[in-house]
């Protein structure tokens, strides 16, 4: 059983930053694909960013690239999500998935979700 504990999130103007961090504990970190998905209320949860075990291969929605980086530590069982160039758009709960395995591109539903932590965005 996995654990993730999200953080970071918090009220920005627009244009500005904000990192997100999600905390593992309770498996083999690095056999997860770290994932990275929003949610805006009435709105189904979307992915954002994807990034393997070892952190060599990443995947982000197009709206986000260019201005988020997903990155892994996988000795502090880590995973972090920067956002830079913030827009109103990207108001959501911004929620942290793992998912058993190695092929970043996998159709296979996420195994475990942490519990969300909301960004708001200003303009």
């Known amino acids: 059983q996995v654990q993730l504990v999200e953080s970071g999130g918090g009220l920005v103007q627009a244009g500005g930053s904000l990192r997100l961090s999600c905390a593992a504990s309770g498996g083999s970190f690095s056999r997860y694909v770290m994932a990275w998905f929003h949610q805006v209320p009435g709105k189904e949860r979307e992915f954002v960013a994807a990034?393997?075990?070892?952190?060599?291969?990443?995947h982000y929605i197009d709206s986000v690239k260019g201005r988020f980086t997903i990155s892994r530590d996988n000795a502090k069982t880590t995973v972090w999500l920067q956002m830079n160039s913030l827009k109103s758009e990207d108001t959501a709960v911004y929620y942290c998935a793992a998912r058993y395995g190695t092929e970043l591109y996998s159709t296979r539903a996420y195994d475990y979700w942490g519990q969300g932590t909301q960004v708001t965005v200003s303009s």
């Open positions: 990034i393997d075990g070892h952190g060599w291969n990443t």
